[in-house]
């Protein structure tokens, strides 16, 4: 119904950035609120952050908020995470999710949708 292909990741020194983005495919994306987690080292799915259909309601997890941004262009069905400040502990496997429920915000099983993975890698 709605695909979603990630893209953006790579390797960068600690303090770096990078700008991931999720390109989707299929049903309307404006229809759909976004969300970027990660897999942490303990390999439990992690909320990044979060963003509304209009792009008007945003969330962030406390161990990004102030490095992070998370945004979208619907003209342009893609949505994106600029990282910045990177640290060594952001190191890990970034993963764009979509929504069509309503109450979605922080749960990994609030989102019907998901992207394949990119790696993020921050060396010190």
């Known amino acids: 119904q709605v695909q979603l292909v990630e893209s953006g990741g790579g390797l960068v020194q600690a303090g770096g950035s990078l700008r991931l983005s999720c390109s989707a495919s299929?049903?309307?994306?404006?229809?759909?609120?976004m969300g970027w987690f990660r897999q942490g080292p303990g390999k439990e799915r992690e909320f990044v952050a979060y963003?509304?259909?209009?792009?008007?309601?945003?969330i962030y997890a406390d161990s990004v908020k102030g490095r992070f941004t998370i945004s979208r262009d619907n003209a342009k069905n893609t949505a994106y995470l600029q990282m910045n400040s990177l640290k060594p502990e952001d190191t890990t496997v970034y993963y764009c999710a979509a929504s069509a429920f309503l109450n979605a915000r922080k749960d990994v099983n609030d989102y019907q949708y998901w992207g394949q993975g990119t790696q993020v890698t921050v060396s010190s």
């Open positions: 299929g049903r309307t994306f404006s229809n759909y609120v």
């Open positions: 963003i509304s259909r209009g792009g008007s309601s945003l």
